[in-house]
């Protein structure tokens, strides 16, 4: 990718995330051994905050659907042509909120929103049916998961996904996903 | 056929394949990036055990976690443990799950519904 990026935007955007109710946060290239690091990291926070035991489990499992999403998913930019993204786990009034984002090309837009509006349309038992359905559908899931994660958050979380795109240029977009724990 | 015994580590589940006393365990984490690569081995083996099942296989599934890249393979699995069924062997799954991790037992409820296998739900105390 040789187009410039303008990262001001998403710069600013990430330092608002950052607050005393971080827990976990990141920005930088995302290979398999952070991702490791990073669990580990998590885990010792559960560990030593006690309080937090009954989320622990919950958030353990939608920090790494959600970064890994991030892995199989974001757009390679810059001339380093590396996986880039942001991560940032908040703990604020016994709820934990994940922030995730990444680039994508502008035409993955249209997709996303879809597929995050249908997941936010459905009940519980049509989360769990179009689950299943993809799942034993081999056609759905040619590239590493093909949608299942998001499905399976929203199903964990009980709670609806948010989403922003930020644009950075005239076809790369910075692709933001809020996802509540409660 | 050779025992397949792997450690775990803090993405991918211990393993324990054999086919001398007819035990699958799979057990631990699952959440490894690349699952497809994790698993193939263990589907390798079972389309080799499946030439000649033992009368019976007990099926020892145990995860603490198990993302959705693995959840496909797990299905794969599963699935050849239907096709050793459906030729005539006795086969049970063992769907272990930490007491209140409802989200485990209804993945194991989901492939119960999928896979037809005899499925044991049984709950661990944490």
């Known amino acids: 990718m040789t187009e410039t990026i303008n990262n001001i935007e998403v710069e600013n955007w990430y330092n608002t995330l950052i607050d005393g109710n971080n827990l976990l946060s990141y920005r930088g290239e995302v290979t398999s051994d952070i991702i ?14 006690m309080n937090l035991k009954e989320l622990r489990k919950i958030t353990i499992h939608v920090f790494v659907e959600s970064i890994q999403n991030i892995f199989h ?22 709820s ?13 837009i249209q ?72 | 056929m050779d025992t397949i015994v792997i450690e775990g580590t803090p993405k991918t589940p211990s393993i324990n394949f054999d086919a001398v006393a007819g035990k699958i365990e799979i057990k631990g ?14 589907v390798e083996w079972l389309e080799a055990y499946a030439t000649a099942p033992l009368a019976n296989t007990i099926v020892n599934i145990q995860l603490e976690y198990f993302n959705t890249s693995s959840s496909k393979c ?42 037809k296998v005899p499925f044991k739900m049984i709950e661990i105390e944490e």
Do not use: C
Request: glycine residues 6%; without cysteine; hydrophobic residues 40%.
């Open chain 1, 73 to 94: 998913h974001a757009l390679k930019i810059s001339d380093k042509n590396i996986k880039f993204g942001i991560f940032a786990m908040n703990y604020f009034e016994n």
């Open chain 2, 74 to 115: 797990i299905l794969d699995i599963f699935k050849k443990l239907e096709n050793i069924s459906k030729a005539g062997s006795n086969i049970v799954i063992n769907w272990y799950y930490e007491e209140d991790d409802e989200d485990m037992l209804e993945a194991g409820e989901d492939y119960q519904s999928i896979i």
């Open chain 2, 29 to 42: 984490r699952s959440i490894p990036e690349n699952s497809i690569e994790f698993y193939r081995l263990l």
């Open chain 1, 96 to 108: 934990i909120n994940i922030i995730t984002g990444n680039y994508i090309l502008k035409d993955r």
């Open chain 1, 36 to 49: 490791t690091s990073l669990i580990e990291k998590l885990e010792i926070y559960f560990n030593t905050n």
């Open chain 1, 111 to 182: 997709i996303l929103t879809d597929r995050i509006n249908q997941i936010n349309s459905l009940s519980k038992d049509e989360l769990k049916a179009l689950y299943k359905l993809i799942l034993n559908n081999d056609e759905f899931l040619e590239k590493e998961g093909g949608g299942l994660g998001l499905i399976d958050v929203s199903r964990k979380t009980g709670t609806k996904l948010e989403y922003q795109f930020l644009n950075i240029n005239k076809n790369i977009y910075f692709y933001i996903l809020k996802i509540k724990i409660i």
